[in-house]
């Protein structure tokens, strides 16, 4: 599998700080602040999510920090998709040290407390999501965090009207948040 991943020298550059300034100092105080009833478990839709450079740091340092997260990645790309399953799949194993029932979502992934959704296509005109399985797949007001990193300024408009339509009717009331960059 690791024949599909793709590389991003500009994801490699920018995981680390896009960690420390956005996640470390604003995200995971979120989390530290809710009672354990408030949230029992995050879902993040990682919208345009690319070859999964940042699925793969992201949920390693989250794993490490123990924050129990359900993690949906997607891109309009089918060749995207198989780089994103190649990096989940290399973190799911090397953190089960070869054990296989690091399985888990929909028969997909684990890496210590962050569960793996399938990674979806995800095609966004100004309607919200074009296919419908995927749109199905992420039930209304139930993403805690919806990130979308380096695709506004190089997608058409109508992607970014649909960005905003997709956080209004995806995102928890209140509590989700829509991360940029």
Not at 65 to 78: I, Y
Request: hydrophobic share 40%.
């Amino acid at each position: 599998m690791a024949a599909d991943k793709l590389d991003s020298p500009s994801a490699e550059r920018n995981k680390e700080p896009f960690w420390n300034l956005v996640v470390a100092q604003h995200l995971l105080t979120d989390i530290h602040q809710s009672k354990p009833s408030d949230k029992i478990e995050f879902r993040v839709l990682d919208i345009a999510a690319g070859c999964g450079v940042h699925t793969q740091f992201f949920a390693q340092r989250l794993a490490k920090e123990q924050v129990s997260v359900t993690w949906q990645s997607t891109d309009p790309e089918a060749s995207a998709i198989s780089s994103q399953e190649a990096y989940i799949a290399e973190i799911s194993i090397a953190s089960l040290d070869g054990n296989t029932e690091g399985k888990d979502v929909e028969g997909f992934a684990a890496c210590g407390s962050v569960r793996f959704a399938r990674p979806q296509l995800l095609t966004l005109d100004a309607d919200g999501i074009s296919e419908p399985s995927t749109n199905a797949a992420i039930p209304p007001a139930s993403v805690d965090w919806m990130w979308n990193i380096n695709m506004i300024h190089i997608s058409p408009w109508s992607a970014t009207l649909g960005l905003m339509k997709v956080a209004g009717e995806k995102l928890k009331p209140d509590v989700g948040r829509l991360i940029l960059y």
